[in-house]
């Protein structure tokens, strides 16, 4: 497995992982999420990956076939803010590992990857959001060293 920048020709496969977790959401929160939809269109991932603030790393087979899973980061900062510091924070959009390759130490090779990307370009910090339905994920990232900094609530009227 190579871990990389993503490219235009990955775009397919990004798609299909992208309806994976379309899927985990719908199932989870219906009210919410829209099913058989994905998070980007194709026109949207193209500039996604053509944004450097925007960077997004796969997880690839041997021979560059098989994107194995995936990370979408954004650049983020408070810069002139009343209220917060300026400290720059690599947000992790989303991650993704196919379902056929989980159990394979993919994604915590790509949050690895992430955290040393982030480190080496002077980012303060690696947050991320993830969902109550999907408690899967929470446990993940809590084994990657992840804890709460902000817990989102809601009351459905």
Not at 79 to 86: L, P, Y
Request: hydrophobic share 35%.
């Amino acid at each position: 497995m190579k871990i990389r920048r993503a490219r235009g020709r990955d775009i397919p496969q990004i798609e299909d992982l992208l309806q994976q977790v379309l899927d985990v959401h719908a199932k989870g929160r219906t009210d919410l999420f829209k099913p058989n939809t994905t998070k980007y269109t194709e026109d949207e991932l193209e500039k996604i990956l053509a944004d450097d603030a925007r960077p997004v790393f796969v997880a690839v087979s041997d021979d560059g076939s098989d994107v194995l899973g995936y990370a979408f980061c954004v650049y983020q900062q408070h810069v002139g803010s009343n209220n917060m510091t300026d400290v720059r924070t690599l947000y992790i959009d989303d991650l993704c590992v196919d379902a056929s390759q989980r159990g394979q130490h993919v994604g915590s090779a790509l949050y690895r990857h992430v955290l040393d990307f982030a480190r080496n370009e002077g980012f303060y910090n690696v947050t991320l959001n993830v969902w109550s339905c999907n408690p899967g994920a929470q446990r993940f990232y809590e084994a990657m060293g992840l804890r709460p900094y902000r817990i989102g609530m809601e009351q459905i009227l």
